[in-house]
């Protein structure tokens, strides 16, 4: 009797403990996951590309290129998971000292697009008066250009219709009131 007490005790134990253990493991199994799917790391080719787009970018306007920093990336990273996992993938800008451009896309892109899509608001800047054109959008092109920026990281994720959603991260920051980009 004494002995059968202590055989079920141990064997609830271990049941107990399995589940523990199984349940644990499936937990982790979807976090991982659900993260891997919705994080689209940037192959090296792609940093290179983004890095030499903006360079291409800032070389015909006369300004110093721009080197490629991890911490940026980082950031970028962060923030564009965060978009499409909290944000339903919704094109927000968070408060930073950094400089940020955002691209969204409902299909698939690729570095130099991305680029050449933000640069494409160089039609709609006005050196002289270093404004917008009336109801146009210029600030993706002037941070991507701006002369005192020297860090750029980038970083995209995947959204949970497939969408692209794509964040590059300036130090320091362009855009600046009452000074032009170059």
């Given at each position: ?64 290129a721009l080197k ?47 680029v050449d899509y ?25 941070q991507i250009v ?37």
């Amino acid at each position: 009797m004494k002995y059968t007490k202590i055989f079920i005790k141990n064997r609830v134990l271990f049941i107990m403990f399995f589940l523990l253990v199984f349940l644990t493991n499936c937990s982790n199994y979807q976090y991982k996951n659900a993260t891997k799917r919705y994080y689209a790391e940037l192959s090296a080719s792609e940093k290179e590309e983004l890095l030499a787009e903006h360079n291409k970018w800032r070389a015909k306007v006369g300004v110093s290129a721009l080197k490629w920093s991890y911490e940026m990336e980082k950031l970028a990273i962060d923030w564009a998971y965060k978009l499409s996992r909290t944000y339903g993938c919704r094109m927000m800008h968070r408060s930073s000292n950094y400089g940020e451009n955002i691209f969204w896309a409902n299909y698939p892109v690729t570095a130099k697009y991305v680029v050449d899509y933000w640069a494409e608001e160089r039609f709609n800047y006005d050196y002289l008066s270093d404004s917008c054109k009336p109801g146009k959008v210029c600030g993706h092109y002037t941070q991507i250009v701006w002369k005192d920026t020297r860090e750029i990281g980038c970083g995209r994720a995947l959204c949970q219709g497939g969408e692209e959603i794509w964040v590059c991260n300036y130090n320091p920051a362009g855009n600046i009131k009452g000074k032009k980009p170059y």
